[in-house]
């Protein structure tokens, strides 16, 4: 079979002006960084606290590289968890405030493993419409039930949550050790006993800034619902941990909840600056990771060093009320520059800002006349987003000066003419 059905589709890809490139950095992450070989001041890195180039990150990188060498060679449960790793473990469970803590290779890698993990055939999951691509993945792959409910719409939440029963009663003689659901490899043996019935488990997922939005989740809203029907809660902090709440301690922290059945997610190569993420939950979860999360057993441990470097980060990160009250300034500034602009910024208090522009051309359009001045400002599009909702996502970072901003709002009025 040719390939020429693969052309055909970038093709019409093209056509309707969703054909996905990407540009080449020669300097490190910044706002003011060399793309294609020229100078360029960038609005669309998650680098929230400008902490990815930062030299006691470096430092502590090539200390840990020292120290560590360069790769784990192994998966976590074989030989590779290292000193690194658990000593940040440790300190990012302190940092959460739950009992324990667990990293991943990627965020991607941790929603999977999670619901996967905690949830299979016979159980359901609840999801914001507007929720990240991995945590939708995740569903999927998981094989629950799956419940989308409109973005926010806690009446749609509570109806979802409420139409699922959530037990049944046990067989007799049921083995209550076996697992529903799963292959039982024993049926055909002596003295076998089906699985019992269990319970049937709910999962509610949810970003809690969504990434390309900005806006939050109505996390004290959910976590009350997932209460009052004995509901789990897989919160993906990706984008407020680091940035939001007392010392960046993130989305939870801004509201000022906490609840042993919240499943904390946070990804560490966007405010942290360098790769990675973690969970933090109690340790009956965390076991339940290690032992069932297939994207975190069968999968090489990240290099020790960048745990190394992800320590200082974390220094960083709760010493960071300055980098995190000047982001404030930015977005203020930001917001206040462009209210009377033809496009309209996306309701939003958070580092990501979204400029409005619905058609898809045209959205590109106003990202090369940007790029043409030197300002880069991604294009966001179908299918990241709904049909008709193409948009600038302008993200900010405390690393910006008011200057950067003030030449943003300048172009874009000139732009908008
Ligand atoms: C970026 C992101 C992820 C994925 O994290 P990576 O570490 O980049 O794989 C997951 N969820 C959300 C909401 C994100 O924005």
Request: charged share 20%; net charge neutral.
């Amino acid at each position: 079979m040719s390939f020429a059905v693969l052309q055909s589709g970038l093709d019409q890809r093209a056509e309707q002006g969703l054909l996905r490139s990407r540009r080449t950095l020669q300097s490190p992450q910044s706002p003011h960084i060399v793309v294609d070989g020229k100078p360029c001041l960038s609005f669309c890195s998650n680098d929230y606290l400008g902490l990815a180039n930062h030299p006691q990150l470096i430092a502590a990188l090539q200390q840990g590289a020292q120290q560590y060498g360069t790769g784990a060679g192994a998966a976590h449960l074989v030989s590779g968890h290292m000193q690194p790793h658990e000593q940040l473990e440790y300190a990012l469970a302190d940092f959460a405030g739950k009992p324990a803590a667990l990293l991943f290779s990627t965020g991607y890698m941790a929603n999977l493993g999670v619901v996967q993990a905690l949830v299979g055939k016979n159980d359901t999951v609840f999801a914001d419409k507007l929720n990240h691509a991995s945590l939708n993945d995740a569903m999927l792959l998981s094989r629950a039930s799956i419940k989308r409910y409109r973005h926010n719409d806690m009446a749609q939440l509570a109806s979802l949550l409420e139409q699922t029963e959530s037990s049944r009663p046990d067989t007799e003689g049921c083995n209550p050790l076996a697992r529903e659901g799963r292959l039982d490899e024993h049926s055909r043996t002596e003295g076998y006993r089906p699985p019992c019935h269990t319970r049937r488990r709910k999962l509610v997922i949810t970003d809690a800034v969504f990434s390309m939005d900005g806006d939050l989740a109505r996390l004290p809203e959910i976590l009350a619902l997932c209460e009052q029907h004995d509901a789990w809660l897989l919160v993906d902090d990706a984008h407020g941990f680091g940035v939001l709440g007392e010392r960046g301690r993130g989305s939870l922290a801004h509201f000022g909840i906490a609840s042993p059945r919240i499943i904390y997610m946070a990804t560490l190569g966007k405010a942290a600056g360098v790769f990675g993420a973690f969970v933090a939950a109690e340790q009956v979860v965390i076991d339940t990771l290690i032992n069932h999360a297939h994207s975190y057993v069968y999968t090489t441990a990240a290099p020790p060093a960048l745990a190394s470097a992800l320590l200082a980060s974390l220094q960083l990160i709760e010493q960071g009320d300055d980098r995190r009250t000047h982001l404030q300034q930015l977005i203020a500034q930001l917001r206040n520059g462009l209210h009377d602009l033809r496009w309209k910024l996306m309701p939003s208090a958070t580092a990501i800002q979204p400029l409005l522009i619905s058609d898809n051309r045209a959205a590109l359009d106003l990202s090369n006349k940007l790029r043409e001045r030197g300002i880069w400002v991604a294009a966001i599009r179908p299918p990241t987003v709904p049909q008709g909702t193409a948009r600038l996502r302008i993200t900010l970072s405390a690393a910006h000066g008011l200057a950067d901003v003030k030449h943003l709002i300048e172009l874009l009025h000139e732009l908008a003419r």
